[in-house]
Every structure is written in C-alpha cells, then in structure tokens.
C-alpha cells in the first residue's frame, strides 16, 4: 500500500503528450464572427453561417458539434441508434425557445412570495394540497420523458437537444414546486393519482408521437389550466406558482407545435400516424377509469371556492379552453380538422358546447 | 368521516355532486409547514425545508413502481413506470438538495452573463486553438446532458432529490455545451475537430449507476484540472467568465459524485472491487484515447503560437500531472485511496507516478 505523502518519493517528471498540430490546418468554415444583440449573444446569432445548416439526415452517433471536423481514426459508435431524420425530432424554434428557457429561469426558493401563504379554511388548504400533490406527480414524468429520449438526438440536431435538456430542467422545478407548495402550508400530500396517460407518454417509441402527447395535448391542456390559475389560486404565491409555470409550459407546447408542424411540412405522410395517437391518448384522458380521483375533486373544488356547482361551471369553462387551445394548436401544426371530421373524442366535443 | 365539521360538509357537497371525495379525509400528515422556514436569509423556500415529518424519511428500499411522491397515498391501480433504481444506497447524497438550490442560484445565461463584446482578434494559431479546446469542451457538455438524462427514467421519486439535481446537471451540460460553441464561432474562427469519443463510453454504455457515477468522476476531475488553469489559459474577459462559471458547475457536480461514491463505498463497502473495475475500464479508455487534439492546443496557446508550442509542452505535461492527480484526490475522498495503487499505467505516465511494478520492489 503506498500512502499518498508517500506518492510524492515516487514522482517522476511527467511524461510529455505527443505534439500534433494538424488541427491547425482543418478545411472546416473559418472566419465566422457574431456580435452580440439585445439579448446578448444567442443560438441565434451563431447560427447565421454554415454551421447553422440543419442536415435533413445525419448518420453521427457521435457527440461531435455539428461543422466541426471528423476525428482522424476509427470512431466508436456511441449509442446504439440515433434518430438522424431531421423530421423525427426537429423544430425551427427549438433553439430559439432553448434561448429562452436560459434566460427565463427562475427560482421556486425565492421567486415565490411565500409570505403570502396565509392560513387557509381546511378544506381549501386540503384541495390545494391534493391539486398539489397530483402536479408534482404528472410533472415527475413530464421530466423522465425528454431525458429518455436525450441519447437518440443526433448532435447534428443539437438545437433540439438543448431545447429538451431545458425541459428536464423546468419539469425539475415544477416538481419541485408542487411539492414545495403542498407542505408549505400545513396541508401535505395526499392521494397519488395515477394514470390520465402518463404511462402511454413514457412507453411511446416514436419521438413524434411522444411529442404530440406530451407536449401538444398533455402539456397544452395543462398550460391552458395553468393560465387560469388566478381561477384556482388563493394567494399571491399559488398565482406566481401558476404564471411562471404556464410561461415554462409555453415553451414545451410550442416546442411541440414546431415539432409537428417541421414533421408534417417535410413529411405529410406522417399525418395518419399521429392522428391515430391522438385518438388514443384523447381516449385514454377522458376514461373514467383512468381519472385522477383527486386531482379532478380537488379541482372543482377549488374552482369554486368550495361551492361545488360553481366549480363543476368553471371547470367546463377551463375544458372548453383547453379543447379550443388544443385544437387551435393541432390548425397551427398543420394537423387541422379533427373536430370537421369527427375525429376528436366525443367526450371533448361536448366540452365544447357552451351550455 | 372527518371531525371536522368543515371537511364534512366539504365531502358532502362532493359526494352529492359525483365527485370522488376520498381524498378530503385521507390520512395525510396534516401540519407540515415548511413556509416558516422560508427567510430571506434562508434563501428562500429551499427544498431542504421540506424534509420533515415522514416527507423527509427517505428509505432505504423504495418499494414503488409507480411515480408516486413520496409520502403520498399509493392508488394501486397506477401502471409500473419501469424504474430500476430502488436502493437508497445506489444513488443518494445528503447533498442533493442543497446542491439543486445552488445550481439554481447559480444560474447564468451564456447569452447576457459572458463579456462577448471584449473578444478581440488574438491571432490565428490562438484563435485556432481556443476554437479547439471550445471543440472538445462542446462534445464533453453534449455527452454530460445525454448520458446524464439518460438516468432520470431509472430513478423513482423514493430518491427525489437526486432526481431534483441531476435535473440541474442536464442543464449544466447544454451551457457548456453552448457557451463554448458560441466562443468558436463568435471571433473570426469557427469549429475545430472532433475528438475520437473512445473515452466517452464508460458514459454512454454505463449499465449500472455507480459506473456512470465513478465515470464522470474521472472526466468531471480531469475538466476541472484543466478550467482551473482558466485564468492562465484564458485570452480575454470573455473566456475568462467561462472558465469560471463552468468550473463553479463542475464543481457542483463533483460534490455529489464524490459524496455519494463515499457514502456507496461505507453503506457497501462489499463493492469496492466492482468499483475499481468500472474504473480500470475509465481509465484505460481515456488513456488510449489520448486526447492528443486537446493537449497540443493548449500547447499552442501556453506557447502563444505554434512556435513555442513545443516548448510549452512541459507546462501541459505539468497541467496533464494536475489534472490525474486531482482525479485521484478526488477518490481518496470517496474513500477510494486505494486507486493510487492502481491507477493505469498510462495515467501513471502522465502524472510522473512510477510504474506499479517498480513501487513493490520498493520495501515499505
Ligand atoms: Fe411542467
Ligand atoms: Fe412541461
């Protein structure tokens, strides 16, 4: 055994790296200059050259920067397949929405005004508690999702990458805030609920329909929810909680938007597949079976401040919202007309109607 | 039925409108109050707060599948979610908590934090050479964020806070990423060359968590040696601030790495030569692969050309003899002081370490 003071009686002179200045002479693009804008220095602004040419394919599992020079020598494979079609997980806003979800962070430690959680009735405080404790859960796996699919972006798509390393970080901290509120308060957690189509996220295996899922329908009916949050909030600090989450979640519906809308621009055949996930996951929102006791009891609730009917008329005033954004965000992506054709589930034309 | 006259009336009103109403008289913990924690000079509402009562039992053996928070009521009907990391001991820091707050204290912006307006031209064979490094930099914060966020889907909300920060390092690894891409291309350079990625695998293919663990312990100290030479290596404001800034989120990432391979090493001690194998595996592909691009750039730059490259070259074998031995500092601290027994043979060549044969003959 050879003690660490005693390593330095051991110490040679250090051997001395190989000396190989090849790299200088690389045919890669040179000259490239960006100045910073209002915003600073942003993706955009390094992206105006050749480096900023999305391959519509890559073959490189490597963690290589897209327009840099390929090494000299045999390359390991790095993952056992990435997805090298720029259809399969690009969007045109990713870098842009990555730029902004740097500069839009925020703290759930101390941007909360958590002085302002006054004591509560009990069952107020206990809803809030069970709406909380039903968030963080969802939010756990809106976070495990893009970290599954992280090792299958090609560096060359790399945009969409950063955009989805910025959701783990923002699903990290709605986790986190949900469940910062639910024992801020005297409340606690309470019953885990479990399905609503968390599972058919995470088990998905194509990245096109993970998306659509997640981020156009799941997190777009959450966004929709969260920008009512004045709606469900009783205190200065459950409202920031919902603003400054809704701003997060924008981020991800848009990314998805994008997302589909690049796919379906580049490849219209696409189309069929993703209405049939669609279908599936509107089907499996809406089964009774697959319901949230708490989170749908806790949310009534609290719409109403307790007077449950009043509750069950806001909540059809939110699921309509959230029906009409949705819809409007499937016109956007260029996957129009589930309502005109009878596609969309029946459970959610009905949210539609007025009465 | 709840004695609470409020909650009754409450699940009254629900049960007569169809609503589930079980969750208004469910056992919860009820009196948790982590907002009296939550001073400004306590920094807030830190996640630290919120462990007490049974929210802040963290067990050994995580028994549940599912995505449930931990504390709260299991339904059973949830679907098994598919994690694999049920042991407190194959993942847990007591840091963790504390060191997602600071990550997200720390938070910069490498659009608006960095002084871009003070690059200026440093001649070609430098700017070359930085843009080399910025290079390999780039590829390292890529594969930190890929592999790391490949871990997230094992780990079950029995370990929250682990999740919590490693949520932190995914981000931390898209900056660097990105702020050393945004240097190549922002002062009249552009990207260099790739490195070869041998000596990335232990990362990618990791199968177990204390392998990814012990991996990135050796890449994270061997960037560490290097930005801590950050001052010296840097050739304007500019890289100076991210020398700095990736080196405070280096740092981060080491505190939990090598606090939670010591409390692997004490809680199963039983593992330490599977260890040292994950090990033996790290080391010999970082070895072969060499890094040769790395190296000679920092040559270039610490000989202020190509000229005096070559003689700078003893500065980088002294800065390459920092950076093993801050990796094996690092180990001793994990309780694995044993390593310097059994470092590489090659990474015993770049820290001047004799060669293990040599140290038996010496009688002790
Ligand atoms: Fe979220
Ligand atoms: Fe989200």
Redesign the interface.
């Known amino acids: 055994?050879?003690?660490?003071d005693k390593?330095d009686e051991?110490?040679?002179?250090?051997?001395?790296?190989?000396?190989?200045?090849s790299?200088?002479n690389?045919d890669?693009?040179?000259?490239?200059?960006?100045e910073?804008g209002r915003?600073?220095?942003?993706?955009q602004q390094?992206n105006k050259?050749l480096?900023g040419d999305i391959p519509a394919t890559s073959e490189d599992s490597?963690?290589?920067?897209r327009?840099?020079?390929?090494?000299?020598?045999?390359?390991?494979r790095?993952?056992p397949w990435v997805l090298g079609d720029a259809t399969e997980t690009f969007s045109d806003s990713a870098g842009l929405l990555?730029?902004e979800a740097?500069?839009r962070?925020w703290?759930?430690?101390?941007d909360?005004p958590?002085?302002t959680?006054d004591e509560l009735?009990?069952?107020i405080e206990?809803?809030m508690?069970?709406l909380c404790?039903s968030l963080?859960?969802v939010e756990?796996?809106a976070?495990?999702?893009?970290?599954?699919w992280?090792?299958r972006?090609a560096?060359d798509h790399?945009e969409s990458?950063?955009f989805?390393?910025?959701q783990?970080?923002d699903?990290?901290?709605h986790?986190?805030v949900f469940?910062?509120r639910?024992?801020?308060?005297?409340?606690?957690?309470?019953?885990?609920?479990?399905?609503g189509g968390?599972?058919q996220i995470?088990?998905a295996e194509d990245f096109t329909q993970m998306s659509s899922m997640l981020h156009i329908l799941g997190e777009g009916f959450v966004q929709s929810l969260f920008r009512l949050g004045e709606l469900i909030a009783h205190n200065e600090a459950e409202k920031r909680i919902f603003r400054l989450a809704a701003q997060d979640e924008s981020r991800h519906v848009a990314f998805g938007v994008t997302h589909l809308k690049y796919t379906l621009d580049n490849e219209p055949d696409k189309a069929e597949e993703v209405h049939w996930t669609l279908d599936m996951f509107e089907n499996t929102i809406v089964d009774p079976?697959q319901a949230n006791?708490?989170l749908?009891?806790?949310l009534?609730?609290l719409l109403g401040d307790?007077d449950?009917?009043e509750g069950?008329r806001l909540f059809w005033h939110v699921r309509r919202k959230q029906v009409l954004e949705y819809l409007h965000r499937l016109d956007v992506a260029g996957l129009g007309g589930r309502l005109e054709s009878g596609r969309l589930h029946s459970a959610l034309v009905g949210a539609l109607d007025e009465n | 039925m709840p004695e609470?006259d409020?909650?009754a009336?409450?699940k009254e009103?629900?049960e007569?409108?169809g609503?589930?109403?079980?969750?208004?008289d469910?056992p919860?913990?009820?009196?948790?109050?982590?907002?009296e924690q939550?001073t400004?000079e306590n920094?807030?509402?830190?996640?630290e707060y919120?462990n007490?009562?049974v929210?802040g039992e963290v067990p050994e053996y995580w028994e549940n599948n599912?995505?449930?928070?931990?504390?709260?009521?299991?339904?059973t009907?949830?679907?098994q979610?598919?994690y694999s990391i049920f042991n407190k001991s194959e993942v847990w820091s007591d840091l963790c908590a504390g060191l997602?707050?600071d990550a997200?204290?720390d938070?910069w912006?490498?659009?608006?934090?960095?002084p871009?307006?003070t690059l200026a031209p440093i001649g070609s064979?430098l700017e070359?050479?930085v843009c080399?490094i910025a290079?390999l930099m780039?590829?390292?914060g890529?594969?930190k964020?890929?592999?790391t966020?490949?871990?997230?889907?094992e780990i079950s909300?029995g370990y929250?806070e682990v999740?919590?920060f490693l949520?932190?390092v995914?981000?931390d690894?898209?900056?660097l990423?990105?702020v050393w891409?945004?240097r190549a291309?922002?002062?009249?350079?552009?990207?260099?060359?790739?490195?070869?990625?041998?000596k990335?695998?232990p990362l990618?293919q990791s199968y177990t968590f204390s392998e990814f663990c012990v991996a990135s312990i050796m890449h994270d100290a061997m960037l560490i040696g290097l930005l801590r030479r950050g001052e010296q290596l840097a050739q304007t404001d500019a890289e100076r601030t991210i020398y700095e800034l990736c080196q405070k989120d280096i740092e981060r990432h080491l505190a939990y790495f090598v606090d939670h391979m010591r409390y692997l090493m004490l809680r199963e001690p039983v593992r330490r030569e599977e260890v040292h194998r994950y090990l033996n595996k790290a080391e010999w592909y970082l070895a072969k692969d060499?890094d040769?691009?790395l190296?000679?750039?920092l040559?270039?730059i610490m000989g202020d050309g190509?000229e005096g490259?070559?003689e700078a070259?003893?500065d980088?074998?002294?800065l390459?003899?920092e950076q093993v031995e801050t990796y094996l500092g690092y180990l001793?601290q994990c309780h694995l002081?044993?390593r310097?027994?059994r470092l590489n043979e090659e990474l015993r060549?770049?820290?001047?370490?004799?060669p293990a044969e040599e140290?038996e003959k010496?009688p002790?």
Do not use: C
């Open positions: 055994m050879v003690t660490a390593l051991l110490q040679l002179e250090p051997e001395v790296p190989e000396l190989d200045l790299w200088l690389l890669t693009e040179w000259g490239v200059s960006a910073p915003k600073g220095l942003t993706l390094i050259t480096y490597s963690a290589r920067p327009g840099a020079a390929p090494p000299e020598g045999a390359t390991p790095m993952t990555y730029d740097v500069s962070q703290s759930s430690a101390t909360i958590w002085d959680l009735p009990e069952d206990r809803a508690a069970q404790t963080t859960e756990f796996i976070g495990d999702v893009p970290g599954k992280l090792p972006i560096a790399f990458g950063l989805l390393m910025s783990v970080m699903e990290a901290r986790t986190d469940r910062k639910a024992l801020a308060n005297g409340g606690g957690l309470l019953l885990q609920g479990g399905g968390l599972r995470l088990e079976d006791p708490g749908a009891g806790a009534i609730y307790g449950v009917d069950w | 609470n409020v909650v009336a409450a009103r629900l007569e409108s609503l589930p109403s079980d969750w208004l469910t919860v913990h009820w009196g948790v109050k982590a907002k939550a400004p920094g807030g509402l830190r996640f919120l007490v009562d929210y599912t995505e449930i928070p931990r504390g709260a009521i299991p339904d009907r949830t679907e979610m598919g997602y707050e997200i204290a938070r912006n490498s659009s608006a934090d960095i871009w307006d064979d070359r050479a080399q290079t780039s590829e390292y890529w594969t964020a890929q592999t966020g490949r871990w997230l889907q909300y929250i999740k919590l949520g932190t995914v981000f690894g898209a900056r990423y990105e891409r945004k291309l922002a002062n009249g350079g552009g990207l260099g060359r790739g490195g070869r990625n041998w990335f695998l990618t060499g040769d691009t190296y000679s750039a040559a270039v190509r490259a070559e070259m003893a980088v074998a002294e390459r003899r001793r002081g044993d310097d027994d060549k770049w820290a001047g370490i004799m140290v010496i002790v």
